[in-house]
């Protein structure tokens, strides 16, 4: 079976200052991993996503994601954060290279970006 | 490219109602998805459609169940309601075949609540 653990709630960052939200996943065949942030009352919007090659993943906005596969983690990260960043961030894996399979979530980071 | 689009936005029903809930994929993908979202909660894994057919199932009962037509849009539908499914339904779409470089693209989601 496949997780993934969010372990911090929320993240409190002033803007301009870089920021970092955490994602440690399991999973028991390679991992595809994938980060995706919800504004209120919205839907889902794709981020990045790591498939294969590079650690270093560049996605939109500004978003980056390093894979990490001894210490099983996928952390995003921004080097200069700004209140428009501020939203529901869920990293998420799926344990098969089709993008029918199920992907599964974890419980989500709240990330307040601060004047 | 309208993207996945769901609809109802928003849904008020009555334990022990049914409720049917809407679903058309992005532009030239053939897989759908569906996930409920609980209040603070990550996305959770209902079932995806492939070729019309059901082809993976999560943790989900038999109260909930789908149908996806010829041109690809999806249905789902939950029997006997309960206060418990209240919740925002995503729809996701992606494109089969062995390809690294896809993700899933959610809507905007359904809000049920159930009275």
């Known amino acids: 079976a496949q997780s993934v653990a969010q372990p911090e709630d929320q993240v409190n960052v002033a803007e301009g200052n870089p920021l970092t939200v955490k994602c440690t996943y399991s999973?028991?065949?390679?991992?595809?991993l994938f980060w995706y942030v919800q504004y209120p009352n919205r839907g889902l919007q794709f981020l990045l996503k790591?498939?294969?090659?590079?650690?270093l993943v560049k996605g939109s906005y500004g978003f980056e994601a390093e894979f990490n596969k001894s210490q099983t983690s996928f952390h995003l990260k921004k080097p200069s954060a700004l209140v428009s960043d501020s939203a529901l961030y869920f990293c998420?894996?799926?344990?098969?290279?089709?993008?029918?399979?199920?992907?599964?979530f974890g419980g989500g980071t709240r990330l307040m970006v601060k004047p | 490219d309208a993207g996945v689009t769901q609809s109802p936005t928003h849904l008020i029903k009555t334990r022990g109602q049914q409720v049917t809930l809407r679903c058309s994929p992005k532009?030239?993908?053939?897989?759908v998805s569906w996930y409920q979202q609980a209040l603070g909660q990550g996305p959770q894994f209902i079932f995806q459609?492939?070729?019309?057919?059901?082809?993976q199932r999560g943790n989900f009962p038999d109260r909930f169940s789908g149908h996806q037509f010829p041109n690809y849009s999806s249905e789902l539908n939950v029997n006997a309601l309960l206060l418990g499914d209240s919740a925002l339904y995503l729809c996701?779409?992606?494109?089969?075949?062995?390809?690294?470089?896809?993700?899933?693209?959610f809507g905007q989601g359904t809000r049920l609540t159930v009275v």
């Open positions: 996701a779409s992606s494109s089969v075949g062995f390809s690294l470089n896809t993700e899933a693209f």
């Open positions: 999973v028991s065949g390679n991992p595809y």
């Open positions: 790591y498939i294969t090659g590079d650690n």
């Open positions: 998420a894996v799926r344990d098969s290279v089709w993008a029918g399979n199920m992907l599964t």
């Open positions: 532009s030239g993908h053939d897989t």
């Open positions: 459609y492939y070729e019309e057919e059901e082809r």
